[in-house]
């Protein structure tokens, strides 16, 4: 009879396991504490929602609808898509509970994976993590601000600082459809492929966020957004920076910045990081002011931001920096004896209850082995307990640095312990 064969990830989802997880899990609580300082209440989101809310929220036109999502009928042969991006999502959420009706904005931050059905590289997974915030309900230049400064606030608090903040507005109403036509009438008299030109009559800002060598070329000097704003749309955009300036955030200005989401409308950006090659963007994001109009909602503003967690980790490997704690517990226990590991189980559970993080030597191993599972613990301090403790009333605290040790009674280790690892 055969092995089995053994089993691995699906080809472009990653794993983050011990040690390395606590890169990640430090960099998702990092970027999400800036959101939580800034009021900003937490939302789950389901993992799949209805085809629909995605091909009308994100756009029939964009990348993510027409070749990325994970689409499938269910057994009700209903047609569900797992989640590409956090927004639209966010967006049902806030319309179907009536969060909309309340005090505005409404304020939400979420975490968790995203799917998009991409080619695997560095940088670039089919399932990705992103730590996302959505303000909805007040068009306000100095919200705009605030939701660009939680971004970067996020990354400078992991002590990232090898990026920068692009900038530019998308227009609104009041001037895209003039803007549309110029850029149509541009596009149109280039020697586009089918595909090209079929997207350019659906969606003409799309065309400049072509990758393809020959058509940048073709499309450099075609007319920008930013030159033929309206009145309204560049005091807004201008009223943004200058809140910007007033909070300290640097950025650049980017006029041919073209998010890959249908969405967007006036303020538009997005953090790069040159460290990255290719897959340079660590998160972006923009105002919303059509959507929940669009899905069936009031007629009222949005704007938000979507980090990639993967790709931040990469940005502080590329600056040689981490941000994951130097060890995982504290405090490692080893007992020698049957009523030593006893004893020790319920100390260790008293010290987790102080808020101290303790392991235990597991399996009746040696204390040579024991000592060795502390040492690659990371802990600071290991308690030893045997028999000749247990007949005196006390254990054996020993400083793993140093190798220091002393003797405190059982009932006093607690405390003890709580006055050295918070010192």
Same mark, same amino acid.
């Given at each position: 009879?055969?092995?089995?064969?053994?089993?691995?990830?699906?080809?472009?989802?990653?794993?983050?396991?011990?040690?390395?997880?606590?890169?990640?899990?430090?960099?998702?609580?990092?970027?999400?504490?800036?959101?939580?300082?800034?009021?900003?209440?937490?939302?789950?989101?389901?993992?799949?929602?209805?085809?629909?809310?995605?091909?009308?929220?994100? %756009?029939?036109?964009?990348?993510?609808?027409?070749? =990325?999502?994970?689409?499938? /009928? !269910?057994? #009700?042969? $209903? +047609?569900?898509? &797992?989640?590409?991006?956090?927004?639209?999502?966010?967006?049902?959420?806030?319309?179907?509970?009536?969060?909309?009706?309340?005090?505005?904005?409404?304020?939400?931050?979420?975490?968790?994976?995203?799917?998009?059905?991409?080619?695997?590289?560095?940088?670039?997974?089919?399932?990705?993590?992103?730590?996302?915030?959505?303000?909805? %309900?007040?068009?306000?230049?100095?919200?705009?601000? =605030?939701?660009?400064?939680? /971004? !970067?606030? #996020?990354? $400078? +608090?992991?002590? &990232?600082?090898?990026?920068?903040?692009?900038?530019?507005?998308?227009?609104?109403?009041?001037?895209?459809?003039?803007?549309?036509?110029?850029?149509?009438?541009?596009?149109?008299?280039?020697?586009?492929?089918?595909?090209?030109?079929?997207?350019?009559?659906?969606?003409?800002?799309?065309?400049?966020?072509?990758?393809?060598?020959?058509?940048?070329?073709?499309?450099?000097?075609?007319?920008?957004?930013?030159?033929?704003?309206?009145?309204?749309?560049?005091?807004?955009?201008?009223?943004?920076?200058?809140?910007?300036?007033?909070?300290?955030?640097?950025?650049?200005?980017?006029?041919?910045?073209?998010?890959?989401?249908?969405?967007?409308?006036?303020?538009?950006?997005?953090?790069?990081?040159?460290?990255?090659?290719?897959?340079?963007?660590?998160?972006?994001?923009?105002?919303?002011?059509?959507?929940?109009?669009?899905?069936?909602?009031?007629?009222?503003?949005?704007?938000?931001?979507?980090?990639?967690?993967?790709?931040?980790?990469?940005?502080?490997?590329?600056?040689?920096?981490?941000?994951?704690?130097?060890?995982?517990?504290?405090?490692?226990?080893?007992?020698?004896?049957?009523?030593?590991?006893?004893?020790?189980?319920?100390?260790?559970?008293?010290?987790?209850?102080?808020?101290?993080?303790?392991?235990?030597?597991?399996?009746?191993?040696?204390?040579?082995?024991?000592?060795?599972?502390?040492?690659?613990?990371?802990?600071?301090?290991?308690?030893?307990?045997?028999?000749?403790?247990?007949?005196?009333?006390?254990?054996?605290?020993?400083?793993?640095?140093?190798?220091?040790?002393?003797?405190?009674?059982?009932?006093?280790?607690?405390?003890?312990?709580?006055?050295?690892?918070?010192?």
């Amino acid at each position: 009879m055969s092995k089995a064969s053994t089993f691995s990830a699906p080809k472009g989802v990653p794993d983050y396991v011990p040690p390395q997880s606590a890169e990640f899990v430090a960099v998702r609580d990092g970027l999400t504490r800036a959101a939580r300082l800034a009021g900003y209440g937490h939302i789950e989101l389901p993992i799949f929602e209805d085809t629909a809310l995605f091909a009308r929220g994100v %756009g029939e036109s964009t990348d993510v609808v027409s070749k =990325e999502m994970y689409t499938f /009928a !269910d057994r #009700g042969d $209903r +047609s569900v898509t &797992l989640r590409p991006e956090g927004t639209a999502g966010v967006m049902r959420a806030v319309i179907e509970h009536n969060l909309d009706r309340g005090t505005l904005p409404v304020k939400v931050s979420y975490a968790g994976p995203f799917f998009r059905y991409e080619r695997p590289q560095a940088g670039r997974y089919r399932q990705l993590q992103q730590v996302g915030v959505e303000a909805i %309900g007040i068009d306000d230049p100095a919200l705009d601000a =605030e939701v660009i400064a939680i /971004a !970067d606030a #996020g990354f $400078r +608090s992991l002590g &990232l600082d090898g990026f920068r903040l692009e900038i530019t507005s998308l227009g609104d109403d009041t001037c895209r459809p003039q803007y549309r036509e110029l850029l149509q009438e541009f596009l149109f008299a280039l020697p586009l492929d089918e595909e090209t030109r079929r997207r350019a009559e659906i969606n003409p800002l799309r065309v400049l966020d072509d990758k393809r060598e020959d058509v940048r070329a073709m499309t450099a000097d075609a007319p920008l957004m930013l030159d033929h704003l309206s009145e309204s749309c560049k005091a807004h955009f201008d009223e943004v920076l200058a809140h910007l300036d007033a909070l300290g955030v640097p950025y650049v200005v980017n006029p041919r910045m073209v998010r890959g989401l249908d969405y967007y409308t006036k303020t538009t950006f997005e953090f790069v990081h040159d460290g990255l090659g290719a897959q340079s963007g660590i998160g972006g994001g923009g105002r919303y002011d059509g959507l929940m109009e669009q899905l069936g909602g009031q007629p009222l503003s949005g704007i938000g931001f979507g980090i990639g967690v993967d790709r931040t980790v990469l940005a502080l490997a590329a600056e040689g920096k981490s941000v994951a704690p130097p060890a995982r517990v504290d405090v490692f226990c080893v007992p020698m004896g049957a009523e030593a590991k006893g004893k020790l189980v319920a100390i260790a559970h008293q010290l987790r209850g102080s808020g101290i993080r303790v392991d235990l030597a597991y399996g009746n191993r040696g204390v040579k082995g024991s000592m060795k599972a502390a040492d690659k613990s990371g802990a600071a301090f290991a308690l030893v307990l045997g028999e000749r403790e247990l007949e005196e009333g006390v254990v054996v605290l020993k400083h793993l640095a140093t190798g220091e040790q002393e003797s405190v009674a059982l009932d006093e280790v607690v405390g003890r312990l709580g006055t050295l690892v918070v010192s």
